[in-house]
């Protein structure tokens, strides 16, 4: 069992900034794939961002956003940059022990842990 505890979240204005965190249980950290997620009110679940052997992200995202990890600390982060009102959203980590495929890990269903969440608001 993967507990996975998201935090960084909050309310800023457009053009800020914010440093998403999600920590990991596990003793094996450094071989999962990991994912950034999203859920705009009313739109379905999106991919933002992967992290293994390599990175990965969602067209809308990139260059602005920016996923890395800290296995000694058993944590992913994603710094985001230049937030604009459409990036308001739950963002959800996830970790996968199953694959370390970028075009694989762009997908829910190839994680096997998801955490609760965490409230990002961009204001215009």
């Known amino acids: 069992q993967v507990q996975l505890l998201e935090s960084g979240g909050g309310l800023v204005q457009a053009g800020g900034s914010l440093r998403l965190s999600c920590a990991a249980s596990g003793r094996t950290f450094s071989s999962y794939g990991m994912g950034w997620f999203r859920r705009a009110p009313g739109k379905d679940r999106e991919f933002v961002a992967a992290?293994?052997?390599?990175?990965y992200y969602r067209a809308s995202v990139k260059g602005r956003f920016t996923i890395s990890r800290d296995n000694a600390k058993n944590t992913v982060y994603l710094q985001m940059n230049s937030l604009n009102p459409e990036d308001t959203a739950v963002y959800y980590c996830a970790a996968s022990l199953r694959t370390h495929l970028m075009v694989v890990l762009a997908r829910p269903e190839a994680y096997d842990y998801w955490g609760q969440g965490t409230q990002v608001t961009v204001s215009s």
């Open positions: 992290i293994a052997g390599s990175t």
